[in-house]
Nanobody, 124 residues
Framework: QVQLVESGGGLVQAGNSLRLSCVAS????????MAWFRQAPGKEREFVAA????????YYHDSVKGRFSISRENAKRTAYLQMNSLKPEDTAVYYC?????????????????WGQGTQVTVSS
């Protein structure tokens, strides 16, 4: 069993930055791929970024490439999402997710553990 707790969300103006953190507790973390998804009001949950168990492989949604960066510190059981140059369309609840597999994927149904989410609101 893995429990995930996100933090770092908030209200920012467009162009500013936020860093989300996801702390994992439970049996494993260092062998699991991690990902961030988001869900805006009235929209389906969408993939944002994913990282392999060792941090070597990362994937990003096209809309965040060059602006967002995913990373992890296995010793701290923590994954991060650095979000720069934020836009109003980035407004959403952001969820951390952990896979049972070491390699990252972009599809939500491959992630077994989910956090409760943290709200990110970007004003124009």
């Amino acid at each position: 069993q893995v429990q995930l707790v996100e933090s770092g969300g908030g209200l920012v103006q467009a162009g500013n930055s936020l860093r989300l953190s996801c702390v994992a507790s439970g049996r494993t973390f260092g062998s699991n791929a991690m990902a961030w998804f988001r869900q805006a009001p009235g929209k389906e949950r969408e993939f944002v970024a994913a990282i392999s168990w060792n941090g070597v492989t990362t994937y990003y949604h096209d809309s965040v490439k060059g602006r967002f960066s995913i990373s992890r510190e296995n010793a701290k059981r923590t994954a991060y999402l650095q979000m720069n140059s934020l836009k109003p369309e980035d407004t959403a609840v952001y969820y951390c997710a952990a896979s049972r597999l070491p390699g990252p994927t972009t599809t939500a149904n491959t992630y077994f553990y989910w956090g409760q989410g943290t709200q990110v609101t970007v004003s124009s």
